[in-house]
Each structure stands twice: as C-alpha cells, then as structure tokens.
C-alpha cells in the first residue's frame, strides 16, 4: 500500500499499538537516542517512539522500522517473502518464452502494471514545498546528537538524491550528515558508493554538484535509499513497485533535481567539487563502534522547504540489536529472488544474522550438483554487488534451516574438515570494517558445510571426540588465557572459546597456534579467542565482537592438526601489522543514562526498560571514539 505521508504510517502504527507518543520534552542530544536505545533492544524491536517536544516545530520519529511487523506495515505486506515471491513471478511471466500473438497480447496487461511503478514528473509545487524556509536553517530541525564520542549532531535517515553528469541517472542513496553549521554538512559516501562515482565525475568535470536531501514521506522512499540496487537502477521504480504506485516528483526549487511530492522535508544544496573535503565524525556507527573521523566533501544548502506538519524520521545505529537489523532483513528477504534468477539459481535461501551486522557473516543453502559447487557459490557472491563486503560465508545443503542457529553448528561440526573446507583469502570489505589494516580490503574466510560428494578433498568429520581427554589437555594455556568455555564441546561439538588478556609480549596467534599443536588433538576444529571483559556464554555478543574484531589473513590460521584459530580480541595499535587507531564500542554516558532514568515514570513509557550500555560498557577501553593502548 501508498502511505500520503510520513503521518499515515504514524497513525496506522497507532492502530496497530506499535507506537508510543511521548509528549514531555526529550533532548535531541543523547536523550531520544538513550531511550529508543532501550526499546529498540527489546524483544522483537519493542515499540516505535514519536517524540512530540523536541524543543523545534517539529516531532522526531524513531525505530520505525524497527520490528518484523512495522517493516511488513511500511512495505504494505504481511510477510517480507512475498516481495520476493512476486519479484519471481514477474520475472518469469517476462522472461518466458512467447508462442504467438495471443501470448505476447497476454503481456500487455503485465507491462502496464510495470508502467503503473515508474515514477512521474508533475508541473507545479508539491506537498513538500508547502513551506518555503527563507533562511534556510538546519538548526531549525531537530537533528540528533546520538553517542557521546559522535563528531556532532548527524542527520541519520536521508535520502541524498544525485544524478550521473553524463548520463541523467538518477541514484537516490543513504549516506550519513554530520551538521557543522546552520547551512552546511558532511556527505559520508564511502568510494564504492554510487554517490562517491557521481562526486568523481563532477570532479572531472569541474563542475558543483546539485545534491538534494529529502526526509520522511513513504516509508518505501526509505527503505529503497537503503537497498542494494545495481548501478543506473532507479531507486524510486523500486519504490514504485514496493507501493504499487508511482512516485510523483516535482522539481526543486534552487536546482534541476527532481524528488517526490509527498516527502516530508527537502534539504537543496551541492558540493563544491573544487572545494577542500572536511573533517567529519566521529560516528558510532551500525557495526557497533565508532567509525573514526576522516575527510570527506561538504555539502552546502541552498533551500530548505517542508510540508505542512512535517515529521522529522531519525534512526540510532550501535550495539546490536537494533533497527537496521529489520532493515537488513528485508533486503536479506527481497533480494535473494534477484540473487537466484540472474546470478545463482543454485543459492536456495540466505541468513545475515543481526550480530554479523549485515556485511559479516553470510549463510548460504544451496542445491549442490557437484564436486566443488560450493567454491563457485563463494566467488559467484564475492562478485555481486554488496555481497562483495561479506567476511565470513558458510555454505550448507541439505535439510539444514539456515535460520536455525544450532543446525548451521551442527553442519560444520558433521560437513568440515578445516584443511579443505575452510578458504581463506583477501578482497573487498565495507569500508567501516576497522579490523583490516587496509582501509576497505582485507581478509575473507569461507567455510564449506555442505555434504561431501565424490571427487571433493574433505569428507566431514570422522574423528571421535573425546571431550574429557580434550579439557584435559587443554588446560595447559598462555598465560594470557583467563577462561576457557567448553559448552559446546560438552554437547558434541568440538569448538572451544576462550578469554585472555592484551599479551604484554610476544604474538597471541603464534602463542595460541603452539598451545593447539600441543594439545594434539584432531576433534579440536575451532578456538576462538575473545577479550576477557566479554562474559562467556553470552553468544550473541561473543560472535558480534569476535567478527569485527577479526581481519582472517591475520587474525586465523589453520594448525597442522587441522583447527581453526581465531584470534578475535582487539588487537594492540603498537603492533605494525594492525591499524594504527582501534575504535571504541559504542556506549551512551552515565550521565545521559541516569537523566533518561530519572524522567522514565513521567514520559509514559511504559515499564522501566534498563540501558544496554550498563553491560555493554565493560568493553570499553576509555572515554573516548579510539583506543589508547
């Protein structure tokens, strides 16, 4: 369904009880983002927050997205699969092969469908031009300041609109504001972004930039800023698709862009190409950490316009859980039809858990044909798109439920021998990723768990796992060793995670690796080591921490009796072969957590929810967005 505006949604999560309006004042600066903190960590996303005095004209909306259920509400589904599923139906309704007149007259009826989702350009003003800001003032909107350490206050949710110099294509992406003052910002585009080419460009060219940024209106505008598109792939199509009508644009007011009507906000402006990039950040960013301040173009306003009653939408990106993760598994969902009909029919479903923060881990099912079909799997989805920031892919086959956590274990416990299922190599990553010493390369590992067929090196696990005899040995660790968590080998399986501390000397991999080739033991197929202010068998945490912590070619290696070790503790910033800076995990100040406790009760928030920075804060290393070793 067409949402009008950013209200419609509002009321319709109001219909639905996924929403909590909140009308005593709350401070744009750390305040809304503490408190959507502790809802967005809640089972099941917990609920939207409409924060109505934010000391501006405008009200915040926050986790909006935040839950299964609100991320079917603003996509018009009861579940994310049926996108796909149609995607898969129009796709073979085009594609397959016409016998005659009567099957292409067939068509027409489908092809007018598709002309229905292409956007329109209408004459006049729009909705979002209701109000036109003389002076524009972004000071004006209620722009959050989200973690303590972040470089300032960020616009969160925008929907930066540019277009190819040569071409006219349109891209519509999401990349990050830091505000600097009242009439310019940072554009956060990372170099493998479509925006970053279009910047490029007009570099080249010698030519300024037109950039307009647009906020809130269909929640569809949103979510299509945020998916993975090929390159030339008009975002507002999708759009278009995903509400099953067309978007309507108008022009800007102080430059040639287009953007829909019915948005909430237009922020018109450009980046001067000639002009020196700007500091910006930091920003505790969606991994989890801070992402470290660097240079990057100034976007300069020309314009602000907005429609009457406009609502202000923001998000918070940190620790996992939170909203993105809903985020993400939409496109997990909407995209793996694309995925098996133009690029891998083999790929039968795929898994990004919340803890690998969309681009760290990767499960993938297939149908496998025959020896080494895995291998072509792995280089088929490195190669596609996004999927080329992925660290960590599993492949399975088979019955396993790619979605059930403990099958996944129990296919690389039965399906992997470390020395020929596991592959490690180095490519692109997501530039955010801090753990390669590289900006935006490093290490990538994959691990084939599917079934072995004839022909194919490993055939699984044949070796008896003698649990006992293995704690024993064990025992015997570095120093640096504070604890060691034997659970899963006591169901079965022969993984192993241990605590340490920062080894004041020597190497922690070389240490660990002579540790396991003491032991011996061949049922001992992975050790992974985590920092020892991480509490053991808190899974989720471990298994977020450890992979964002890891670059695999430095950070793993295969002993010669056949385990995987993993090095996934914060590795020291003295050592040459590690970044020179390490970011801090991201966590809300005391003080802002006491305030947001002591006006609980009077917000009508409901029961008291505790901050997740109580216990996440044990894994900071002071105060600041880095590391000090």
Known sequence: MAYKNLMEFVLRLEQEDEIIRVKEFVDPVLEISEITDRFSKQPNGGKALLFENTGTDFPVLMNAFGSDKRMCMALGVDSLDEIGEEISALFKSVASPKKGAIDKMKMLPLLGKVSSWMPSILSGRGDCQEVVMQNPDLGLLPVLKTWPNDGGPFVTLPMVNTVDPYTSIRNVGMYRMQVYNSQSTGMHWHKHKVGARHYAEYKKMGKPMPVTVTLGGDPAYTYSATAPLPDNIDEYMLAGFLRKKK??????????????????????????????????????????????????????????????????????VGVPPMEDAYIAKATERIFLEPIKLTLLPEVQDLFMPTEGVAHNLVIAKIQKDYPGHASKVMNGLWGAGQMMFNKILVAVNGDIDVHDVPQVIRAIWENVTVKSDVFITRGILDVLDHSSGTVGMGGKIFIDATQKVDGEYGFGSSVVLDAPSLKGKMQEHPNFITSIDFSLLDKGYGFVVATAAQPKEGNALLQLTEWVERVGADSLKLLLVVDDTLPLGDWSTILWYAMNNTDPIRDCVISSSGTLIVNGSRKRITDPKNPNIWPNVVTMDAKTVCAVDAKWDRLGLGSFIESPSIHISRLKVGEGADVVD
């Open 247 to 316: 978007v309507r644009l108008v022009r800007c007011l102080t430059n040639d862009l287009f953007v829909p009507e019915d948005v909430d906000f237009v922020i018109e402006g450009y980046v001067d190409t000639s002009e020196e990039l700007t500091w910006e950040g930091p920003f505790g960013d969606h991994t989890g950490f801070y992402s470290l301040a660097d240079w990057y173009p100034r976007f300069r306003v020309t314009c602000i316009t907005h429609r009457k009653g406009a609502i202000y939408p923001a998000t918070i």
